[in-house]
């Protein structure tokens, strides 16, 4: 039996499937209905199976919810044997699992560490705690409160170009006083990298470098392909870092707020001052805690802002009431990202043997933590598919490391919860609700150009978001 007929054969069994039928070679599924699911073959039970295979296909992309409630309800931890790994569905489990830093570690994680250095996300327990909080408060807090004029600076300023005609930010007919921007290009992809090279504390003459770090390093944890890109974008950040470093360990640099006054060391500054075990921290490990940083804060923010942009205009009563409301601008960020993140989940390995929903896990295993479908898991959050900010399930004050719980409300997934919380949270909340604040005040009659986004199916229908973010934007308006 050749390899490929063998594979076969497993991936048959594996799934109670025809072996005929079974196949590692990619497969098109039909593109269905949103919120259907298409028909992968029922057990001898009737229940729904699910071909492995689906993954990685386009009708999952962009309508993936029908199969993660198959998985919630058939097999809240599916055993995919093509790919040798586990996936969690429930959000229960799920919350479970990430406070349990003991029984479900971070370690190897393996697809970020090549490009990215052995940072905090890579560890656990006390090695993690340790590395943690060496810079949170910049992010959190009185640091960041005191830093809002530079943030509301940074995006008037960009916001500024998209009425000036020399900058190619918006197009602009004179005949009916109409702008069109395509709001990734002319905002949301600089303007999170911008406010972390600020904390980070990069000269401002380093940022089109910075752009460069930032793309090739995303793009090396994207694909092998592009591995090799990433690699030299990493050393170049490193060789960049190892000048200021030298410099800031002997004169810190501060952020200042509106006044002018130091607020904290920069984050480079802090890191460099930085003690752990006797020892200062090396200028790799502080250029992988940068890289990290530069990694977590840009894609995601962006993400969110595109998203949250994307789904209210789709919802133009909730338009109206952020419009009308500054403060449901939090509401908003926080069923976007219940709805439509742009981060779907986390790798863990479990320490030991388990056994969940009577699944045998070996110690070891890659476990696929999916809070994509966590945050719509219907036993949490009702009608999960709706986008509502007025939803009475969703948790959407203060974020709180241990996860909120109570009172019928949820918190949402996207920024994980326990010991590896995102500590960027807080100041991504932030740029996205203070920056799409601000716009929302200098832009009247926002309308989406639907000639330039891409369509569902029906060839009509905006394309639906799936999972991850929208590519791009494109928005028409007038000027306030
Ligand atoms: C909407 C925006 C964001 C989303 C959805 C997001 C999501 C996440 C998630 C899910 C984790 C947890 C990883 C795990 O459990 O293993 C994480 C960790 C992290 N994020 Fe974010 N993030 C966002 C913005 C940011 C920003 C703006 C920064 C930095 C300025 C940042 C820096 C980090 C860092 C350093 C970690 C590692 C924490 C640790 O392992 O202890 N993130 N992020």
Not at 241 to 260: F, M, S
Not at 273 to 301: F, W
């Amino acid at each position: 039996m050749s390899l490929t007929e063998n594979l076969k054969r497993i991936v048959g069994e594996a799934f109670e499937i025809d072996a005929d039928r079974a196949s590692t070679e990619q497969i098109e599924f039909p593109l269905m209905p949103l919120g259907t699911a298409c028909d992968m073959g029922r057990d001898e039970n009737g229940v729904p199976l699910i071909d492995p295979r689906i993954f990685g296909s386009r009708e999952f992309q962009r309508n993936p919810y029908p199969y993660y409630h198959i998985m919630q309800d058939h097999y809240p931890v599916f055993h995919d044997k093509l790919n040798n790994c586990y996936f969690v569905t429930r959000y229960a489990d799920i919350n479970d699992a990430y406070f349990d830093g003991l029984g479900f570690n971070t370690i190897p994680k393996g697809s970020s560490n090549h490009v990215l250095g052995n940072t905090q996300l890579e560890l656990s327990g006390i090695e993690h705690s340790r590395r943690r909080n060496l810079y949170g408060r910049h992010l959190v807090g009185s640091a960041l409160t005191k830093r809002f004029g530079a943030i509301c600076k940074m995006a008037n300023d960009m916001i500024d170009t998209w009425f000036d005609p020399t900058s190619g930010m918006s197009e602009y007919d004179p005949a009916t006083g109409k702008y069109v921007i395509e709001l990734g290009r002319a905002f949301a992809n600089e303007f999170p990298i911008r406010v972390v090279c600020q904390v980070l504390g990069f000269p401002d003459e380093s940022q089109d470098r910075f752009f460069y770090w930032y793309k090739n390093m995303m793009g090396g944890i994207g694909g092998r392909d592009f591995e090799q890109k990433g690699l030299m974008a990493r050393q170049d950040l490193e060789d960049f870092v190892e000048e200021i470093v030298e410099q800031r360990r002997t004169a810190p640099q501060y952020l200042l707020d509106d006044n002018g006054n130091q607020v904290a060391p920069d984050i480079i500054s802090e890191l460099c001052q930085t003690v752990i075990d006797g020892d200062y921290l090396s200028t790799e490990e502080i250029t992988s805690n940068i890289a990290l940083i530069v990694g977590g804060g840009g894609e995601t923010t962006r993400g969110a802002i595109l998203n949250m942009w994307y789904l209210l205009l789709q919802h133009p009563d909730q338009m109206a009431a952020v419009l009308a409301d500054d403060t449901l601008w939090d509401a908003a960020f926080h069923e976007t990202l219940r709805h439509s993140s742009s981060i779907g989940g986390q790798p863990r390995h479990n320490t030991f043997d388990v056994e969940m929903h009577g699944i045998k896990i070996p110690a070891g295993s890659l476990m696929h933590m999916v809070d994509w479908a966590a945050n719509h898991d219907p036993r949490v959050f009702s009608e999960p598919e709706k986008f509502d900010i007025f939803r009475n399930d969703l948790y959407t004050e203060k974020i709180v490391r241990a996860g909120y719980r109570k009172e019928g409300k949820c918190n949402h997934m996207a920024f994980g919860v326990g010991p590896h919380l995102c500590p960027g949270a807080w100041i991504s909340h932030q740029e996205a609700s203070i920056g799409s604040n601000i716009m929302s005040k200098r832009v009247k009659n926002v309308r989406i150009v639907e000639e330039r986004m891409p369509k569902d199916i029906d060839g009509v229908s905006l394309a639906p978001i799936g999972l991850g973010a929208i590519n791009e934007l494109w928005l028409e308006f007038e000027k306030a």
